[in-house]
């Protein structure tokens, strides 16, 4: 009740008053692969039906933007294990000289190779170098189910009831590299959901898969038959992330075995840590970070090249660091305590989105914080995620706008508002589909729906029906994939 009553307060209203080209194919390094090739037949959706549907508005767009940062080291690290123990150290690096910070009031045809757990192989003309992400997963959190939108047709693919109470109040989506999602309910649990009907369970053995084929084709939750599991979590359960899993063969017949997902709930003045099985959803390790609930929790995640876990604290921070090979785990706290967005780059640095423009990028080699350089905006820095060209998008609130900063410089390049995006009312969560092109969930226009900004071209599309959505996270499973195998 506590956490409805600050999320209904704090997620929401309170957020609100206080505070890349497209190319033909991206290529996740030599790792991720294609189910369907050519004309191959898969999950598709051309078109709009009954079971299938859109709700797509296009226009055109013209952007202009700003700009540079600075650079300090993190101190007051504290360190410990999965045993519980833990010490602080102060590291020698001086701290950033950014300003203070000011605090609130207070989420496929994915298509990929042969499976391990069955269905057809296949690549395109690049063989395994041929990615196609082509679906986003986007929570409907009041409806208690998940979306799966097929990002080449705007049309949604499926809707999915996240817990067997069907209330499940789901946020955060992670895919993997098979392209399953993983769907985390803040009413607590976690829930894993096949891409593919290949990987669904005939549970009744009736031949076939009984399963979701649009929005006006919702099945209960026990008859879904590409639910394939869902481990029960403390209340306020929020982030999910995917490690890559083990890379086993190559080009077409290459798979992803053993892929893990880190998720975290709080408890007290801390939070767990969780470590899951992919194919089982059973729990697999677990540490309890100290001073890790800030009131709701670690309120993102994500995994950097060796697969350990990153997420920050609402809304103070620190910066949790959780390492896969043994669960101990170090907390940095930020220079300005400010915390909401997060997500990790492809070089492995973690970007932290506060409130009055706050952005800051983290280098676990040097051990150093960096402000962005945020001039012209000064609003609250949600759900974001890097493209291909090593540009940061962000659903910007307070001023709703969606936001583009170069990662190198930590300079903010442009800031897209309602002259781009009629109608933008509440940005969530920022991600980038396979084209390289940019989806940013708004919570609140024309009852929720996303933006799809081309950024070589500037159209903008509007993908509607959805039901207060509220996702920011790796919707599409391209950030994943870029941190297992960075471009450039």
Known sequence: MIDDLM?????????RDGGGARWARAMV?????????????????????????????????????TTAGTTGGASGVTTGDSAGASTSTTSSAASTDDPGTTSPSDQTKFDLGALPDGGDGGCGDGGDDDLVFSNIWISNSPQGTVSKIDTETMVELGRYYTDAGQAGDPSRTSVNLQGDVAVVNRAGGITKIAA????????NNNGVIDTSTGPND??????????????PLPAASRPAAWTSGEKVGEGCNAQYINAKVWTSAPTGADAYVYLLDGDTGEIEGQVLVPGAN?????????????NDFWGVTYSAGPLVHVRFEDLSYETIPLPNPSAYG???DSQGRSWVGGWSGILQRYDPETQTWT??????????????????????????????????VDTDSATLIE?????????????????????????????????GGAFVYEPETQEVNWVGGLQGPYTYSDMTGWALGNVANPQG
């Not at 593919?196 to 549970?203: M, P, T």
């Not at 800030?294 to 060796?306: C, N, Q, S, T, W």
Request: charged fraction near 15%; proline fraction near 2%.
């Open 342 to 344: 997060f997500t990790v």
């Open 7 to 15: 999320r209904g307060l704090i997620d929401d209203q309170d957020v």
């Open 29 to 65: 390094g030599a790792s991720l692969l294609v189910i369907a090739c050519g004309d191959s037949e898969g999950e598709t959706g051309a078109t709009a039906s009954d079971s299938g549907t859109s709700d797509v508005e296009t226009s055109a767009a013209t952007s202009a933007g």
């Open 294 to 306: 800030g009131g709701l929790g670690i309120y993102g995640g994500a995994v950097d090249p060796v």
């Open 218 to 231: 919702l099945l209960g939750y026990a008859a879904e038959e590409c639910i394939l599991w869902t481990t």
């Open 196 to 203: 593919s009907e290949e990987r669904c369970v005939d549970k």
């Open 371 to 404: 402000a962005a350089n945020m001039a012209g905006y000064s609003g609250l820095s949600r759900g974001m995620m890097e493209d291909q060209s090593g540009h940061l998008w962000i659903a910007g609130l307070s001023t709703s706008a969606l936001l583009r």
């Open 415 to 447: 800031a897209l508002d309602a002259a781009v995006l009629p109608g933008v009312a509440t940005p969530t969560g920022a991600s980038v589909d396979y084209n390289g092109t940019v989806w940013m969930v708004d919570q609140s226009k024309s009852g």
